[in-house]
Nanobody, 128 residues
Framework: QVQLVESGGGTVQSGGSLRLSCAVS????????MAWFRKAPGKEREGVVL???????RYRPSVKGRFIASQDNVNSTLYLQMNSLQPEDTAMYYC??????????????????????WGQGTQVTVPS
């Protein structure tokens, strides 16, 4: 059974930092596309950072230079270091995994609608 469990969310002042973690089990970590998505109230879910199985990383332009994704393949954990947080970063953040390496990238840019595996989400709030 595949499980993705996020942690690390919270409330932080503008300009602050948070580190999200996603513990993965039930799949061969490193052979899947991994990603962080987020969904704010009243908005569509959007991809934040994509980590391909070859280790390459792609960031949403609005977070590039502020967010850093990393992974621990030994412990099957995906991280997201979020710096210089702004009120517009407020959202529920989800970790996701997808086995189809061909479609995962294109689907990432449409909110991951066909991605197979999702965590329960962790809330990030940056008050304005």
């Amino acid at each position: 059974q595949v499980q993705l469990v996020e942690s690390g969310g919270g409330t932080v002042q503008s300009g602050g930092s948070l580190r999200l973690s996603c513990a993965v089990s039930g799949l061969t970590y490193g052979s899947y596309c991994m990603a962080w998505f987020r969904k704010a109230p009243g908005k569509e879910r959007e991809g934040v950072v994509l980590v391909l199985s070859d280790g390459s990383i792609r960031y949403r332009p609005s977070v590039k230079g502020r967010f850093i994704a990393s992974q621990d393949n030994v412990n099957s954990t995906l991280y997201l270091q979020m710096n210089s947080l702004q009120p517009e970063d407020t959202a529920m953040y989800y970790c996701a995994a997808e086995s189809n390496g061909v479609s995962c990238a294109t689907d990432f840019f449409v909110g991951g609608r066909h991605w197979n595996y999702w965590g329960q989400g962790t809330q990030v709030t940056v008050p304005s």
